[in-house]
Every structure is written in structure tokens, then in C-alpha cells.
């Protein structure tokens, strides 16, 4: 007897196999804070379901974390880098 899963998969249209691949990719990537990569997969998700508002809504999430890691490195980089040059002089 085939499996329940393998056997609903065996009905699913192309496009339908395409998003799934897509979004549980980017859930994937989620997992690891990869938000590029994450709002890639989501946006490759919507040519499969364009208008699909979940995706949607996981894009403008995956632009704020984004936003908030660039904001982190702007923050910590010029910290990081007086704390070398300060070192560097006290060497």
C-alpha cells in the first residue's frame, strides 16, 4: 500500500508542487536567518500563486528583518572598528 503522503502528492499540479517546494525552502531558510534567500524563494512562490497574501506577507516581514539586520551592522561596525583602531594605538 502506497503512503498517504507520497499518494496526495501523486495529485498536486505542477505549480502547486513548485510553491510548496518554494515556501518550505524559505521556511528552511528562515530557520537559519537567511532573509535574502527566504524573500527569493517566497517571490519565486508567487509565480506559481500570483497574489497569494500569505507570501505577500512573508515578503514585507523578510524586507523588515532585512531592514534590522542592516541597521545591526551599521550600529556594530563603527563600534567594531574603534575598538581595533583603540588596540591597534594601545599596542
Known amino acids: 500500500m502506497a503512503n498517504h503522503s507520497e499518494h496526495h502528492t ?3 499540479t505542477h505549480e502547486e508542487l513548485k510553491f510548496r517546494e518554494h515556501t518550505e525552502r524559505a521556511a528552511n531558510f528562515i530557520k537559519i536567518d537567511l532573509f535574502r534567500s527566504a524573500r527569493e524563494e517566497f517571490k519565486a512562490a508567487l509565480q506559481y500563486r500570483p497574489g497569494e497574501a500569505t507570501c505577500i506577507r512573508q515578503i514585507e516581514v523578510m524586507n523588515a528583518n532585512i531592514a534590522r539586520d542592516r541597521k ?3 550600529v556594530v561596525a ?11 594605538l594601545l599596542v
Open 78 to 88: 563603527p563600534l567594531v572598528i574603534i575598538l581595533i583602531v583603540a588596540i591597534a
Open 10 to 12: 501523486g495529485h498536486l
Open 72 to 74: 545591526t551592522v551599521l
